[in-house]
């Protein structure tokens, strides 16, 4: 009797442990069913990065990623929102589960891609330096002495600290909420320049008409990624998938006209 006792808990322990071993697996492998079963696709974003992702006068947050965005969710079946958060934490709002994934004007790092599943490049872009016009900064190396400012938790930082003759000329580094609170600390003369993404940086020109420009070299150049989950590449596939039957179909090339007035798009 004890013998087949015995035998019966080791079936059951043995069972409990594979049940649970194989759980755990699906749990991981099932993102893009989890996802449908919620219903709806939450993408993490600076609100305030235009033209990827900003509100508009109606206060609606709008542009060429949430549009891309938009779609991937009509074609994956689910409702879309989009979440602002704090940009120098957003690691952290993706792996506490708020967000589904960190989708605007992204710049992949060999750093975020040890601690994130990133798609491929589906835009391309600089960090640059804007400065006002009448400042007579005309190259990087006029920058010697002056004061500069970033986004803090963006890319531009590493930008900076990459390039050492760069980095050792300023005299100072500020560091802003996001890039319109540095654009405008520019207009004022708080800063000399900020270093920012040209992507950003020419449509804000564009749309405010104030008087920057854009210096010609920039200081580094980059892609924009989606980031998701590190245990979570299936559903970042499966998304990516969606992006490349959009491009294939003209979805993202219309897009792009509608934002930048060209197609810019990097993907396949």
């Known amino acids: 009797m004890k013998k087949i006792l015995c035998a019966a808990l080791l079936a059951a322990c043995v069972l409990t442990l594979f049940g649970c071993k194989k759980s755990g697996k699906n749990a991981n492998k099932d993102a893009v069913f989890a996802l449908k079963t919620r219903g709806v696709f939450v993408l993490g974003l600076d609100d305030s990065f235009p033209p990827l992702g900003f509100k508009n006068d109606d206060n609606e947050i709008v542009g060429y990623d949430i549009d891309l965005a938009k779609e991937v969710a009509k074609r994956l079946g689910v409702e879309f929102r989009a979440q602002p958060i704090d940009w120098g934490a957003k690691e952290m709002e993706l792996e506490t589960g708020k967000i589904d994934c960190i989708w605007n004007g992204f710049t992949i790092t060999e750093d975020r891609k040890n601690a994130l599943s990133f798609t491929d490049a589906y835009l391309n872009n600089n960090q640059v330096l804007v400065v006002r016009a009448d400042s007579k900064i005309y190259s990087l190396s006029d920058i010697k002495g002056k004061v500069v400012g970033i986004q803090s938790g963006s890319s531009a930082q590493e930008a900076v600290d990459d390039n050492a003759a760069f980095s050792s000329a300023i005299s100072k580094l ?34 405010t008409k104030k008087p920057f420009i854009v210096i010609d070299e920039p200081l580094a150049a980059e892609g924009y990624g989606i980031g998701f989950r590190k245990n979570e590449p299936e559903l970042r596939d499966a998304v990516w998938s969606i992006l490349k039957e959009m491009q294939a179909d003209g979805t993202v090339t219309a897009i792009s006209l509608k934002w930048f007035g060209r197609d810019i798009s990097s993907i396949n």
């Open 174 to 207: 500020v560091m802003f909420k996001d890039n319109i609170t540095a654009l405008n600390d520019l207009d004022i003369g708080g800063v000399d320049g900020v270093v920012m993404d040209s992507v950003v940086a020419t449509y804000s020109i564009a749309q």
